[in-house]
């Protein structure tokens, strides 16, 4: 028996006792004696609890801490990303990280069961944002803008089922680039595909194609099979599983499920299996269902011009025309597209989970929900999957042997014997105010040793190291942390020494 | 009388016909048919205060949206702040934006009725983050880390009451530096006084000061004067009102409200309006009344201890030795200081209401709350003043002529004549090829002049302007938008001589 059992059994028979006093009706004193005695032993017993209680220390389900670590690859992937935005004229915005739930009520279709809100504490009811496109129509029809180019890189959430397996997160980084604006035909629309080709160029994260389709093309397709218009939604979202299932299984779910005929099963089969360029929109254009189609022309002439643009801008081999890409349709009014990384990389089991890294497509309708007169504000943009891209990265270097250095430290400033604090403090004090990166232990007579072992660890490329007998004759040791060669140097000269040293040659051989 | 009005006399007479056959006791066919004409007028009404009821289009009470150009700021004054912070070998984390109810509870005192909490939706109980220093703790316990230096900068979130003019928003941003560890006394409380001393001159907002203060002296101050232990916390927040209430107002508090007397306040007041530096400590140390106090003595050493380390980190003249500070007690345990702007600059009315832009302290019981043993984690850290520094700055650019550019593209492709659309898109997609930040118009046959006050209205410095004459001749028109000097370059030369013009000398001119 536990302590605590122990405790719990005492307790019992002490209360058993002085319910027998009071029911004898013995003295006052004798009952607040033993009543006493029964108290102590309470408090005693919740003190063991108190002491075996953990506390929950853990993170909010399907959220999770970065560490350095994680940060420094994070923000070195970030700054890519937005030099991209940059080198194609985007502006940056933030809007609030919670909306009034009316905000978002109506966007989000089905997958609204997944917005976070907030407790009614009194005045307005709130919810956490679930996207940062409905903010930002939110915020065009709030201001009245009718043309910006902007990015915007922030959090989401979403109460999914969170799966870290598959890197899906409750919290988790948007990252969009948007162009609003009444502009002519698929000119912001190339764009977008040509930001999505820049960003995952310089990221570095191997082979990938950009598939483009248009949501007219896929209307008229399905009417040009025979599908009833109101069975488009449906078909629509089987033909968005054939990234991840055979045509067979669509085409079971088309028949089965949703009532179409083998005959226009088939029909559409034909269609939705085509991928390719130019040469493809030309054939479909001269396809006799087809071009009976309105819609389906439309389609077919908005993906010539876009295809046309995009190899003006340079990405022709990585745009490829794919009549299967069917994503988000409720929110999309014309150009699609999807990155997708190609599974034959070093990265090949991550990225093989991965899939899509990048999406987007044109939304004209949805700035105008949020207008009083319903005016429309035409939109086109991206979102990069940049919870994917970390994914991808993170694997990439834990399969590496390079180590990534979490603070950008030059110099560390070291003591070789004790008493030299304040020695140290003056040599930090040069070094930053002239911009040097420098760092010194916090401990009053560090080991030599240890210091050594922080630059190493750190990857910190330098080490000023102060001793008695060089003080005294005037200089100050200078080693180069991976060389571990030292020269000394006059102590009056050491901040421009260092600041020879300090060449970006010599720093990013660490880096 | 607009229809409306119309409608509510209509509603108002009908009513009172209603009322009437009622109390005349008429037959129930007569009234249910005057009472169906009532619902129906109010059916009416109904439909027009639908028709005119707009959206409701805002941001959640206290929150707002940041503009390209608020975020252009805000980027600029982060991007000088992390610098310090990197300079100081400072890595970074990030934490969720909410955290197990339990993690805040008990944390902030009263103010824990200002905590956002997630609705119970099924599954964890949730609130939002009141600040990045709890987390902070949380974190460091969690994961057993026992030191770090990490700045973190993020959104934290507080249901006060929002103040615009003071910019007391719901939603703000932190930016905090922190050092965890058990190092020797006041080597890296001094480094954090030098952070915040280089971060206040790095941003150029005008004079200030860093008060210092200690915990033990404050406390071993009211013991010397005769204060009761148990009142130690109430007068401690009486004196943390000196930087805005006279001395004979605190006083009055002491006394009338918290029930000194009179001697004994005065002798506070004797203490607590003096500020000097280190020779104030040394007459505090020799003063009868204190020396006997072990908490004032070890407080007052504890002062001389980390003036001097100030002194040799460069931050003399900036730090203020100051006995009024008693900032955040329930959470500091030893040193304590606050940076304050002086009012005697350019922006004095804004700096006049904006008071403490930075404070910290040391606090080595938090990261114990959350070890199951106890364990603790020596920390000191400080939070700069985002907002306020945003306010002082914004204000300052406003009464400025200087205007803030929002992106940074150094090219804009123009072209004079109709249906060069193809041509501006090759140039455009040689120069992002070469890493050139590059716009162009989104329209087919945009004209120049609309083109050009593009240019001059982003700040863009270079226009190449594309020409069916030019193009002919095999060259393109290079203007310089400031001078609106314009030379002709050979188009095979094009991105060699705008890189040539892209000279960091050339650019900042207009930046």
């Known amino acids: 028996m536990g302590s605590k059992e122990k405790l719990e059994a005492l307790i019992k028979d ?59 690859i994070r923000e070195s992937v970030f700054q890519k990303i937005i030099s991209v935005f940059k080198r ?28 976070y809100d907030l407790k009614d504490q009194g005045g307005e009811i709130l919810s956490l944002r679930y996207d940062l496109t409905v ?9 009245k803008i009718t043309n910006i180019k902007r990015y915007h890189i922030a959090k989401v959430y979403r109460r999914d089922n969170p799966s870290i397996t598959r890197g899906r997160y409750r919290e988790f980084y948007q990252c969009d680039f948007d162009i609003a604006g009444a502009y002519d035909p698929m000119i912001p629309d190339a764009e977008c595909v040509r930001v999505v080709q820049e960003i995952l160029e310089s990221l570095d994260i191997g082979p990938f194609v950009i598939k483009l389709n248009h949501r007219a093309l896929l209307d008229g397709m399905f009417e040009a099979c025979g599908v009833p218009p109101e069975k488009f939604r449906s078909i629509c979202s089987a033909v968005d599983k054939l990234d991840k299932s055979p045509w067979e299984e669509v085409r079971k779910e088309m028949v089965e499920e949703k009532g179409l005929t083998d005959e226009v099963a088939d029909k559409i089969g034909q269609y939705v299996q085509m991928s390719g360029n130019s040469e493809l929109v030309e054939k479909l254009l001269a396809d006799t269902s087809l071009s009976k189609v309105r819609a389906a022309v439309e389609g077919l002439e908005a993906m010539k011009l876009v295809l046309n643009y995009c190899d003006l801008l340079g990405v022709k081999g990585k745009a490829v025309f794919d009549l299967s890409l ?36 044109r939304y004209d309708n949805l700035v105008g929900m949020f207008d009083a007169k319903h005016k429309q504000v035409p939109c086109v943009g991206v979102s990069i999957g940049i919870e994917r891209i970390f994914a991808v990265i ?3 270097l834990l399969a590496g042997t390079s180590k990534v250095r979490t603070t950008e430290i030059e110099v560390y ?21 002239e911009g040097v990166k420098t760092e010194q232990s916090y401990k009053k007579n560090p080991k030599l040793l240890a210091q050594l072992q922080h630059c190493e660890e750190y990857g910190i490329p330098l080490a000023v190291i102060l001793g008695e007998s060089e003080i005294q004759k005037g200089v100050v040791k200078l080693r180069n942390v991976i060389t571990r060669n030292e020269v000394e140097v006059p102590r009056a000269q050491l901040v421009e020494e260092i600041k020879k040293h ?5 720093i990013n051989g660490s880096t």
């Open 14 to 72: 002490q209360g058993e006792l002085v319910r027998k006093l009071k029911s004898a009706k013995e003295s006052k004193e004798k009952i607040n004696n033993e009543v006493a005695k029964l108290l102590e032993l309470k408090s005693q017993l919740s003190c063991e609890n108190a002491e075996n209680q953990k506390f929950t220390l853990k993170t909010a389900k399907g959220t999770r801490d970065f560490s350095p670590q994680q940060m420094a």
């Open 88 to 115: 194609h004229g985007a502006e940056t915005i933030d809007t609030p990280i919670f909306e009034l739930k009316e905000v978002l009520t109506g966007k989000y279709g089905e997958d609204s069961k997944l917005i």
């Open 135 to 143: 903010p930002f129509a939110r915020y065009l029809a709030m201001n």
């Open 326 to 361: 069917a994503r988000g349709l409720d929110y999309y009014t014309g150009i699609i597209y999807e990155a997708v990384l190609l599974g034959e990389t070093t990265v090949e089991d991550v990225a093989g989970s991965v899939g899509s890294i990048a999406g987007g497509g």
């Open 394 to 396: 993170e694997a990439k």
């Open 413 to 433: 400033v070291a003591s070789a014997q004790k008493n030299l604090l304040e020695e140290r403090m003056k040599v930090c004090k040069e070094l930053w105010d």
């Open 502 to 506: 300090l060449q970006p040659s010599y």
